[in-house]
């Protein structure tokens, strides 16, 4: 079976870091683009970063560039995004999702892991 | 305030059509970047609707159905059922390969 399983999630204080993981199974991971996404409680999706299959291509959004960092272990079937200096506004379930291949839709998404930023 | 716009809320009855639009500009879907729909149900994550603008992946019903034009898309739903009350969201990319979505529309089944 295809699937993501995100983790790392909890409660943090503003500023503080966390780091989410995600692990694939049931495709070759190495082949495929992955990104975080999130959504805020009751509000709609945010695409947070991209990664390409090898790592050497890296894109975020201006919300948390220069904050957050993302990569890839092929060798682990494994995402992760570091997010440093963590604010309230970041407090949202994140979701990891694969690109499909040659399109620019994401097929497979993880259950997502909750993060909240509060003291 | 999302780049791509979508009405925040539509409903019908069981049965009924329903259209849910999505626009953007000529820097996002105008600019030739494919549009994409997801589903998302109470207490789950997204789940693909519609890739590459009108493109059904296996498993979805043919009631669902997705076009493009110009700066604008849209999803169709026809033979409305009380199981496809969920929030509906589309998707493209910018000129700065920033993957967009739009604020999303919940479907109402009266």
């Known amino acids: 079976e295809v699937q993501l399983v995100e983790s790392g999630g909890g409660l943090v204080q503003p500023g503080g870091s966390l780091r989410l993981s995600c692990a694939a199974s049931g495709f070759t991971f190495s082949s495929y683009e992955m990104n975080w996404v999130r959504q805020a409680p009751g509000k709609g999706l945010e695409w947070v970063s991209y990664i390409s299959s090898s790592g050497s291509t890296i894109y975020y959004a201006d919300s948390v560039k220069g904050r957050f960092t993302i990569s890839r272990d092929n060798a682990k079937n494994s995402l992760y995004l570091q997010m440093n200096s963590l604010r309230a506004e970041d407090t949202a379930v994140y979701y990891c999702?694969?690109?499909?291949?040659?399109?620019?839709?994401?097929?497979?998404w993880g259950q997502g892991t909750m993060v909240t930023v509060s003291s | 305030q999302s780049v791509l716009t979508q009405p925040p809320s539509v409903s019908g009855a069981p049965g009924q059509r329903v259209t849910i639009s999505c626009t953007g500009s000529?820097?996002?879907?105008?600019?030739?970047?494919?549009v994409h729909w997801y589903q998302q149900l109470p207490g789950t994550a997204p789940k693909l609707l519609i890739y590459g603008n009108s493109n059904r992946p296996s498993g979805v019903p043919d009631r669902f159905s997705g076009s493009k034009s110009g700066t604008s898309a849209s999803l169709a739903i026809t033979g409305l059922q009380a199981e496809d009350e969920a929030d509906y969201y589309c998707?493209?990319?910018?000129?700065?390969?920033?993957?967009?979505f739009g604020g999303g529309t919940k479907l109402t089944v009266l």
């Open positions: 998707q493209s990319y910018d000129s700065s390969l920033s993957a967009l």
């Open positions: 000529s820097s996002n879907i105008g600019a030739g970047y494919d």
């Open positions: 999702a694969r690109a499909a291949i040659r399109q620019t839709a994401f097929d497979i």
